[in-house]
């Protein structure tokens, strides 16, 4: 078989059929849009680590073989061989959705592309399709473009927003996972320090903050510290805005320096109060919630801050961790 033909030396090119048509038919940028995106999602495969995720991606590129020889077909090919696109791939596609939606909660925001490499180029195939979408509705008002092919790319760009959001997902589980790994093996010298936050704690504490923060759908910073306001475990959840990291900080630290929550000093500091001048006196110092002493009969063991949310937010994903820091000491941890 010859790679090049020079049949398409003079711009012209054939459908299925035979018909002859220019390179830049509108037919023509319809399937070589759809081209682009199975390149990039080549890509995605090629350096994709979970396995379930490269199987769904080279079974949406065998679908666009589809997708595209429905599209390079003349009207005599199309009506020999009738539709290659159905509704039962747009239901697959579905399924794909409903399935991987439900393993990291429901999307309450967009997500900025660029977390991962992989999923960034899941994005960028994602956008591809979406403009291949866009040409073949023009399509469709000159042509006859099947209802199940339009359908199937418009389903195919928000699977591929699930499956990047499921790779940054999966990705962020795995950097925790080798995180606390690393802080697993400087438990023992943690303990001989004398701070109760060992790393079987603070994984328990991160995942109440998680499991929280999940299902409302807002990232955050968690910074827990111990009774000298020292910072001994923090972690960014994907999404976290990066202000956040540094505010979480400052109030696990305020939330021990004045033995009370962050959200009970703006008064306190307002002209007048108990502690007016206190957020001036020293710039680590918060005065809005998100940060929590935490207590042991009655004696301060440290605190924690969160921040990334409202102050509502924070506040309401700081009570989680205060529940679990509490079950665990209840049941003599």
């Known amino acids: 078989m010859n790679i090049f033909t020079k049949r398409g030396d003079a711009g012209l090119t054939s459908l299925y059929g035979g018909t ?10 319809c399937y070589g849009t759809v081209d682009e995106a199975s390149s990039a999602l ?36 199309r009506q020999k061989e009738g539709p290659r696109v159905t509704d039962q791939d747009v239901g697959r596609l579905e399924g794909i959705i409903t399935n991987y939606t439900e393993e990291f909660g429901k999307v309450t925001s967009f997500s900025l592309p660029g977390e991962t490499p992989v999923s960034s180029t899941i994005h960028l ?10 040409h073949v509705v023009s399509l469709s008002r000159e042509d006859y473009v099947s209802p199940s092919l339009l359908k199937y790319l418009n389903r195919l760009s928000d699977t591929l927003y699930v499956l990047a959001k499921i790779e940054v997902y999966r990705n962020f589980i795995k950097q ?25 704690l603070c994984d328990k504490l991160r995942n109440a903050a998680l499991s929280e923060s ?7 910073s ?37 033995k009370q929550p962050t959200g009970n000093l703006y008064e306190a500091a307002l002209s007048g109060g108990s502690l007016h001048g ?19 009969d009655g004696e301060l063991v440290g605190g924690i801050g969160i921040s990334g949310g409202s102050v509502e937010e924070d506040e309401q994903i700081g009570r989680r961790v205060i529940a679990e820091f509490e079950k665990q000491f209840l049941k003599g941890n």
């Open 278 to 296: 206190i957020n001036t006196a020293d710039p680590r110092l918060v005065v809005f919630g998100g940060g929590f002493p935490l207590f042991i």
């Open 125 to 134: 195939a994602r956008t591809i399709v979406r403009r291949a979408e866009r």
């Open 176 to 200: 925790v996972a080798a995180k606390l790994k690393k802080l697993q093996d400087r438990s023992s010298d943690m303990a001989n320090e004398g701070t109760i936050f060992n790393m079987e």
């Open 214 to 220: 999940l299902s409302m759908g807002v990232p955050v």
């Open 42 to 77: 080549a890509i995605a495969h090629a350096s994709l680590e979970f396995d379930d995720l490269k199987s769904i991606i080279r079974e949406i590129q065998k679908s666009l073989f589809s997708v595209n020889a429905e599209l390079a077909s003349d009207e005599t090919q």
């Open 222 to 258: 968690l910074s827990i510290a111990d009774d000298g306001g020292n910072q001994v475990y923090f972690c960014r959840f994907p999404g976290a805005l990066l202000v956040s990291v540094g505010i979480a900080q400052n109030k696990s630290y305020t939330a021990v320096a004045v």
């Open 20 to 29: 002859e048509v220019s390179k830049d038919d509108l037919r023509v940028w």
